[in-house]
């Protein structure tokens, strides 16, 4: 009795346990929540941050100085920013001058709705009147833009932003002797860091390269087809590419309407159409053997990442949803080697298509001797 006594007492102990790291975990994440518009652009910097770092490697490695290979990084970011907030804001111009063009086709898209829904489909008037009502496209423009603009947070946040890559760029150039010191006491919360490092910068490179070619495809699909706004949702495309698996419907619901609007139904088809192959081909098939096997997530996770951050953070969480859960797997798993049983639950798979592979292999080797065996007994002579 003594015995299963210290038993309960324990398994309540390490039940109580649970709870306190729950419940220390919620206090966390709402924490986070309410201090979102300073945790997103802190991680977005130091994404960037990591992505050039090999540039002022390569600099200092070929004689340049410290101090210009750090400003080469800093200005590298700076570019790419702004290269983006300017197209954020010619975007957006010319979407405010493109909805007021298209009211009257969007009052008689509304007329078709109804007319097809009430003869066609022999929905009552007053059901049809409701939901022909509850409908405004324009809402869809003006998410997709407050999206996009919300992303990377144009506006008193871009200074922040901009500050933070600059800081963290020079305090870059101590940041490898910081590690190799605490590497001799913390040698697993070093590695697991540095493989962050390098899946987040694996991850961002291979999604732009990819991003790109998605968006040139699109843009020049948009442009024969004549869609206004074209380098609007071809920039949508790009920045949504850093969404799995939903980016690729928020990218492609604002160009086939504006196809629609503009050309009808048979260029509503061909936008359609043209976006799954290419995002089916590209996004879903080709980009997946790059980037996915390296960052080693599962889909579920990986969909629920996106969720979950967008969730906590709002859209930069959605944008950021990979990086972050790259983060916090090496905050919680990879640091802590008596975790390490719960890497094949969240897509480190490799030990087990070893097994799997070893396990095929002497199946296989087991069936290839068993006819052997069978044909040596058969030539065997009866007594």
Not at 62 to 81: C, E, H, K
Not at 218 to 245: E, Q
Not at 247 to 275: D, E, H, N, Q, R
Request: glycine share 8%; net charge positive; hydrophobic share 55%.
């Amino acid at each position: 009795m003594a015995a299963s006594g210290s038993e309960s007492s324990g398994g309540g102990s390490s039940g109580t346990k649970v709870l306190i790291s729950l419940a220390a975990a919620v206090i966390v994440l709402i924490g986070l929540s309410r201090i979102s518009s300073i945790v997103g652009p802190v991680f977005l910097a130091l994404v960037l941050t990591i992505c050039v770092y090999p540039i002022k490697q390569r600099l200092t490695a070929r004689g340049v100085p410290p101090v210009l290979a750090g400003m080469a990084t800093i200005l590298s970011v700076y570019a790419m920013i702004g290269a983006l907030v300017a197209s954020l804001w010619v975007s957006a111009v010319q979407l405010t001058r493109l909805l007021p063009q298209f009211a009257p086709q969007i009052g008689e898209l509304r007329s078709d709705i109804q007319v097809f829904l009430h003869d066609t489909l022999g929905i009552g008037d007053d059901q049809v009147r409701a939901l022909v009502n509850s409908i405004d496209l324009r809402v869809l423009f003006d998410t997709a833009y407050n999206l996009l603009g919300s992303a990377m947070n144009v506006g008193s946040g871009l200074v922040f932003l901009l500050l933070l890559v600059m800081f963290m760029s020079i305090d870059a150039t101590y940041f490898p002797t910081i590690l190799a010191v605490v590497k001799q006491k913390r040698a697993p919360v070093v590695e697991a860091l540095g493989n962050f490092a390098k899946l987040s910068r694996s991850f961002m490179i291979m999604t732009t390269v990819f991003g790109a070619i998605v968006a040139a495809l699109n843009l020049a699909l948009l442009l024969i087809l004549g869609v206004p706004g074209a380098g609007l949702w071809a920039l949508l495309s790009f920045v949504c590419g850093f969404i799995p698996f939903i980016g690729f419907w928020i990218s492609l619901v604002p160009a086939a309407i504006m196809a629609l609007l503009a050309g009808g139904l048979p260029t509503f088809i061909g936008v359609v159409a043209f976006y799954g192959v290419i995002n089916s081909l590209i996004q879903s098939i080709i980009q997946p053997k790059f980037v996915s096997g390296s960052v080693n997530l599962n889909m579920t996770l990986t969909f629920l990442s996106v969720i979950f951050w967008s969730a906590l953070l709002g859209p930069l969480g959605a944008l950021m949803a990979v990086p972050l859960s790259l983060f916090a797997r090496a905050i919680l798993v990879d640091s802590h080697p008596e975790a390490a049983w719960l890497r094949p639950f969240i897509g480190d798979v490799n030990e087990s298509k070893a097994m799997l592979a070893s396990q095929r292999a002497a199946a296989k080797a087991a069936k290839s001797k068993t006819p052997k065996a069978d044909k040596s007994k058969a030539a065997q002579p009866k007594p």
